[in-house]
């Protein structure tokens, strides 16, 4: 299975700065969109960035012009850099992906992949 790890999460104080990243393990044959999500404590998981494999990019209306959304394929990894950064912004946040996986038999396989999620707590 193909595994997605988090990083970059912690403390920043309002205003702030913030990347995140989420890296791909794994028997990868490809990765086809990355999105990052979010879920406060007592909310439900939300939607905030996304990008194809072709760099096409969509952002949830309340995060736009704060959120960047970028990938490195070479390295597997998706990013999500965040400014001016507000205490609504706390959450953890999850990187999801389809993925392809190229099976031990050969086989394509094609499923969508969910890391175990970064906290990211804004606060003075």
């Known amino acids: 299975q193909v595994q997605l790890v988090e990083s970059g999460g912690g403390l920043v104080q309002p205003g702030g700065s913030l990347r995140l990243s989420c890296t791909a393990s794994?028997?990868?044959?490809?990765?086809?969109?990355l999105d990052w999500y979010r879920q406060a404590p007592g909310k439900q998981r939300d939607l905030v960035a996304s990008?194809?494999?072709?760099?096409?990019?969509n952002y949830a209306a309340s995060v736009k012009g704060r959120i960047t959304i970028s990938r490195d394929n070479a390295k597997n990894t998706v990013h999500l850099q965040m400014i001016s950064m507000k205490p609504e912004d706390t959450a953890d946040y999850y990187c999801?992906?389809?993925?392809?996986?190229?099976?031990?038999?050969?086989?394509?396989?094609?499923?969508?992949?969910w890391g175990q999620g970064t906290q990211v707590t804004v606060s003075s």
């Open positions: 794994g028997s990868i044959d490809s990765i086809r969109t």
């Open positions: 999801a992906a389809d993925v392809v996986e190229r099976r031990r038999d050969g086989v394509l396989e094609e499923y969508r992949s």
């Open positions: 990008i194809t494999n072709r760099d096409t990019t």
